[in-house]
Structure formats: C-alpha cells, structure tokens
C-alpha cells in the first residue's frame, strides 16, 4: 500500500474514534463526515505525494483553516488511542515516516 492511502486509513480511523466517543455516534456524524471526505481529497491532491511527511510536520498547510482546527483536534484526541484499536496501521504508519 502506498504513502497517501495508508494516510487515508489513517485518518479516516482517527476521525471514526473522535466521533464515536465525542459525539456518540455510532457512525459518523454530518460535521464528521464533511472533515473526512475533506481530509481525503486533500490527501488525494497532496504535492509532496509518497514524499509526505505528517500532515503537521508539512510545510505546505493545504487545509482551511475551519478544517484546520477541526482535524487538530481530532489527532489530538485520537493520537493516543488509535494504537489502541489498530495497532499493526499505526506501526507500519510509524516506520514509513
């Protein structure tokens, strides 16, 4: 798998583990749902490609700052726990930096 769709699942687990426990839900919810599909597009026009490093590591910030906050938040509050829920994704995301 390469660089920006192992970004992709990433991110997408980040997003699904701050809704689920911040907004109990179950699935995403529409706020959720619009900072995903935001984040993916941005990862699927990202300049750096499989040269990327973590998003906030770039110095090209590609996101508005509305979505800027938001995933901020998310990676804060997910960052601990996603070792927790997919570990083997987190490490091979870890060594590929």
Do not use: W
Not at 13 to 39: F, G, R, T, V
Not at 69 to 77: H, T
Request: aromatic residues 8%; proline residues 4%; positive net charge.
């Amino acid at each position: 798998m390469n660089r920006i769709e192992t970004e992709k699942q990433v991110v997408t687990h980040m997003i699904e583990i701050y809704c689920k426990k911040q907004h109990s839900n179950s699935a995403l919810c529409p706020e959720c749902s619009a900072l995903k599909d935001y984040a993916l597009k941005r990862l699927s026009h990202c300049k750096h490609g499989e040269n990327k490093t973590f998003c906030s590591q770039c110095t090209t910030h590609c996101y508005a700052p509305k979505y800027k906050e938001q995933i901020k938040k998310v990676m804060k509050f997910s960052g601990p726990r996603i070792f927790f829920v997919h570990p083997i994704l987190v490490i091979k995301h870890m060594l590929k930096k």
